[in-house]
Every structure is written in C-alpha cells, then in structure tokens.
C-alpha cells in the first residue's frame, strides 16, 4: 500500500501519494516550494560564507558562549525592543542585535554592552541603516563613519535617515 498524507495547500485536503508534495490541483506551488528551497540553501551555505571572516562571525553564533550570552541580554531588557522603547514605545522583541555591528568592530562580538533586544521591524531597520552608514553587508565597502553606541541616537537615525552622510 503506497504512502500518502494531506496535501500541503492551505486549505486543500487531497491525498497525495508520496513523494509528492501537492496534489495535481496545486501542482504548480510544488516548483515555488523547490525555488524557495533553493535560495534557502544558497543564503546559508554561499552568502553567509562569503569570506574567512564572515565564517567566523556566523560560528560564534552557534556556541554555547553566544546562547548564554543572548539569554543574559533578553533577561537585562525584559524581553523589550530597546529601540522602541527610545521612542516611548513598549514592544516585545526576541532578537539580540549589536549596537555597533561586528563587521564594523569585531571587539564588540562578545561584549554585552554591545548588544540589545529588539523586535523583527527595528532590527529590518537597523540592518538597513548599518548596510548605508557603515558600509557593511555583501559588498562590505566600509564608509569608515564613527561608531554610534546610543541606541536612541541610533533610532532616530534609522528612522528619519539622519547621520547618513554626517561623518
């Protein structure tokens, strides 16, 4: 008797014979879900791993140091985006983000003074800003800009675009 299971449609309760993913209905989700495989694995094993050093940012990331270290700074902040808190604003946040990014400095990998909890938009943004005012990202052409610490400075300038052409 061949395996099957539900297909994988939103909504759609077809069954599907193994190895297949969707039913004949929704075949055509079937090459979206392979493309987004793709890119997937491309972001992780080619992007991220783009050089030496971006290869050894991405490592400290999986040691025990970094995990305990999170931890401590989600504790410290309450669980609350520091960026929206510099604009009076309370909202959660589950992401701990370098004040100054360390491919700008390195030295600040591992030190908790350098690190926030912020939320998904705030961190969208403040990637964005890092990526304009410091150079960093895939083309890491680094602008050579002073190192801004205060993240209320921060957030006002990733929000109304200020200090991006101030040295």
């Keep these: 008797m061949p395996r099957v299971h539900r297909c ?14 969707y ?18 694995w491309k972001y992780n094993h080619i992007t991220r791993n783009r050089s030496v050093s ?7 990331y999986k040691t025990q140091q970094w995990k305990h270290l999170r931890q401590l700074v989600l504790d410290r902040d309450y669980y609350l985006c520091q960026y929206c808190k510099a ?3 309370l909202t ?7 004040v100054v990014p360390i491919e ?17 938009a705030c961190h969208q943004a403040k990637t964005a800003w890092e ?11 680094f602008t050579g800009k ?8 921060i957030d006002v300038a990733m929000r109304f675009g200020r200090m991006n052409n101030n040295a």
Excluded at 24 to 36: C, I, P, V
Excluded at 104 to 120: I, R
Aim: charged content about 30%; aromatic content about 8%.
């Design 8 to 21: 994988r449609a939103l909504g759609c309760h077809n069954v599907v014979e193994w190895p297949a993913r």
């Design 23 to 40: 039913c004949a209905q929704h075949k055509s989700l079937e090459a979206t879900a392979d493309e987004k495989k793709r890119d997937y």
């Design 54 to 60: 971006k290869r050894e940012q991405y490592k400290f």
């Design 87 to 89: 604009r009076g604003r």
């Design 92 to 98: 959660q946040g589950n992401i701990v983000d370098h």
């Design 104 to 120: 700008a400095d390195a030295n600040g990998m591992s030190d908790a003074s350098n690190l926030v909890t912020c939320c998904k």
């Design 131 to 141: 990526q304009h005012y410091y150079g960093c990202g895939a083309e890491n052409s």
């Design 146 to 153: 002073p190192f801004i610490k205060d993240v209320a400075t």
